[in-house]
């Protein structure tokens, strides 16, 4: 059973990662299933998570994956019930999750549940070395920890390729929700610095997850240097995810902390050159100078330079295009992905914890 926050067919990274994991896992010998865990207050989580969990003890589950985003919801319902069957993290992210300037919100109630959950699971899933090294830091066993990076695999376009290179100038695509910690702010801030004629920024992502962030960058979308070169698309599904990168030029993602990166290898294995910061796993992903331009989190001369160059030089774009697709081939896939989390999952069970 995978425990997660909220609707878990939202178009979020983490949410993919658990339906790809679920989609896959019979290939395995396993069966994955959803649990929910209504979104509310951190305040107020504790109660909803304690429901959910007295449910999951009459289902009798072999065992819980448990979802980073419903680890606070949890960590207080597990001190106070047995469960008897194994509790496994798949986190996604530092404990407290991401603040702006990309430091981990090492402080706050949120921080200090994470941390106790982490501490109490019988295994602990990240997507990276990079989540790994952070969780060590902060007292988590190395035996418990187990590094799963997710697929790079792309379903088949859904519909036709659509046309994005408006007036003939590149396509640039980000592939981000709105949130502080993507750097969108930032990435549009860039793009504004580009001459008018020469690309079009397509954002791709759900945006109504921070309204207060939504309502700047949709004043700054407003305005006349912007109003006319970037195109909204919003939350679109993989396959259509797909199309969009196989019609774009160039990929963008001016994040503040990155535990894996799946959008960047995605559009890697696309065959797009990549800009990024350079934060979390992403310098694991892209070579800087070979497959895309890494440039420092927070610095909008130095993202819009790189855009500059790549949308202005399209040898180049096709080169770095090429080496980016040849180096995703060495990435994991999807079923990989699944065979890994099941492994853990069977090595918990047979070791028989739980919380």
Do not use: M, Q, S
């Given at each position: 059973m995978l425990v997660t926050a909220g609707d878990p067919q939202r178009l979020?990274?983490?949410?993919?990662?658990?339906?790809?994991?679920?989609?896959?896992?019979?290939?395995?010998?396993?069966?994955?299933?959803?649990?929910?865990?209504?979104?509310?207050?951190?305040?107020?989580?504790?109660?909803?998570?304690?429901?959910?969990?007295?449910?999951?003890?009459?289902?009798?589950?072999?065992?819980?994956l448990v979802d980073s985003i419903a680890t606070a919801a949890l960590m207080l319902p597990l001190r106070a019930r047995h469960v008897g069957v194994p509790v496994i993290g798949l986190l996604h992210q530092p404990p407290g999750g991401v603040r702006r300037d990309g430091d981990v919100g090492r402080g706050g109630l949120r921080a200090r549940l994470d941390r106790a959950f982490a501490a109490r699971a019988d295994r602990v899933i990240v997507p990276s070395a990079t989540l790994a090294t952070t969780l060590r830091q902060t007292g988590i066993s190395e035996d418990r920890l187990h590094v799963v990076p997710p697929g790079y695999d792309l379903p088949e376009p859904g519909g036709p390729v659509p046309d994005l290179r408006r007036a003939g100038?590149?396509?640039?695509?980000?592939?981000?929700?709105?949130?502080?910690?993507?750097?969108?702010?930032?990435?549009?801030?860039?793009?504004?610095?580009?001459?008018?004629?020469?690309?079009?920024?397509?954002?791709?992502?759900?945006?109504?997850?921070?309204?207060?962030?939504?309502?700047?960058?949709?004043?700054?979308?407003?305005?006349?240097?912007?109003?006319?070169?970037?195109?909204v698309h919003g939350p679109r599904p993989p396959e259509v995810v797909a199309a969009y990168l196989r019609a774009s030029d160039l990929f963008v993602l001016a994040s503040w902390s990155e535990s894996y990166g799946m959008a960047v290898a995605e559009a890697m294995a696309a065959g797009l050159p990549i800009v990024a910061t350079r934060v979390g796993h992403l310098p694991c992903l892209v070579v800087d100078g070979v497959t895309g331009l890494l440039v420092p989190p927070g610095d909008a001369d130095a993202l819009g330079t790189a855009m500059g160059r790549l949308v202005a030089d399209a040898g180049l774009r096709r080169a770095m295009g090429v080496a980016a697709e040849r180096r995703a081939v060495s990435f994991p896939r999807w079923d990989?992905?699944?065979?890994?989390?099941i492994a853990v999952v069977r090595e918990a069970i047979a070791g028989g914890h739980g919380l």
């Open positions: 979020t990274g983490g949410h993919l990662y658990h339906r790809r994991i679920a989609e896959t896992a019979p290939r395995h010998g396993a069966c994955v299933r959803f649990a929910a865990i209504p979104e509310r207050p951190l305040g107020l989580a504790a109660a909803a998570g304690a429901v959910t969990l007295a449910r999951l003890r009459a289902e009798r589950p072999d065992a819980l100038g590149p396509a640039i695509l980000c592939v981000a929700n709105w949130l502080p910690a993507k750097g969108i702010d930032l990435l549009l801030e860039a793009f504004a610095r580009l001459p008018d004629e020469r690309a079009t920024l397509h954002l791709v992502g759900e945006t109504t997850a921070d309204p207060a962030y939504a309502r700047r960058l949709n004043a700054r979308l407003a305005t006349p240097e912007l109003r006319e070169r970037v195109v990989d992905t699944a065979a890994g989390v």
